[in-house]
């Protein structure tokens, strides 16, 4: 028998449609990545059975759940999905213990063998010492490990997670992100992590995709994703700058709005290709800089975002660039939105692969 995941899902609500296709075995963490109206929450929606298929089929470990063209359509209460949204929506009343105890109770165990099974859930999650408190005593990242525990006691054959990590302080992102790592590398079934954070992709899961518009834009190896983005889209999910050109030898060169530019590799290539480098490798100057194999485009800073213990500067150019510098930098630079500037990187730091 197959195991895991096949589906194309197709859903359409007023002027949007989701129209995806996934792939995932069991045991498999499959990350969702994309912007704010990509078409994540619905696609996680759709499979837990709260929104109906336009067209298409969900198939899990050789099964159908939906398919519109034959008729099936399995009640969410009967797909064997586990959801937890972003909320984490636990019950206000229920103690942690009773909140993981509600799967097994739900499935037709005793009060008592159910609490049982989650005194040993909570065991294993680490969560023990909040047994007794109710969401109103957890702090945020607490009740998010209480609503992931409380759906994996429920023993779902497809574990949808939606934004578990968002709208948490930094120390409560590291706990979850190391919480996720640990349970989710357990889990028997298939688990779909939707995320706007290129991290979480890389250090949970085995496949990404990433959406845009209601389609899939790229998908792959996280970390394949990561290294060689397919359009500047792509790129700014994983913090990589990316531009499009032909190349010859050394040199690519960049048709843009404003004209050409010309970017150097050290390696050489011929034909149409993307060249790709890292935000930390850019550096910003007041004045052209000199130097050996090196580029130097001129540009104007459009913006400027805290990024950890660095500053993220939008620079846009005949080359638009992002680069990662220290504050002290901009301060230095007197870096705001307006400033001249020119953005440099060494050719040994870009990276050319062919489209």
Known sequence: MTTGLDAHVVARQGDFTLDVEL????GNVLAVLGPNGAGKSTLLHVLAGLQQLTDGH???????????????????????SGLVPQASMLFPHLSALDQVAFGPRH???????ARA????WLRRTGLTDLADRRPAQMSGGQARRVAIARALAARPRILLLDEPLAALDVRAVLELRSFLYQHLSDFPGVAVLVTH????????????????GGAVEQSGAPRDVARRPRSAHVAALVGL???RGTADGHTVRVQADHGEAVVTSATDNHGEVFASFVPAAVSLHLDEPRGSARNAWPGTVTGLTPQGDAVRVEVGGTVPVLADVTPQAVAELALAPGTPVWASVKATEVQVYSV
Request: negative net charge; aromatic residues 0%.
């Open 107 to 113: 499935q037709g165990a005793s009060r008592q063998d």
């Open 197 to 212: 954070d290129a991290l979480d992709a890389l250090v949970l899961a085995d496949q990404l995709v990433v959406l845009d």
């Open 23 to 26: 792939a995932a075995a069991a």
């Open 117 to 120: 099974e989650a005194r040993d």
């Open 58 to 80: 969900i198939r899990l470990d050789g099964t159908t759940i939906e398919d519109p063209s034959s008729g099936v359509r399995v009640p969410a209460q009967r797909r064997g």
């Open 241 to 243: 700058n990316l531009v």
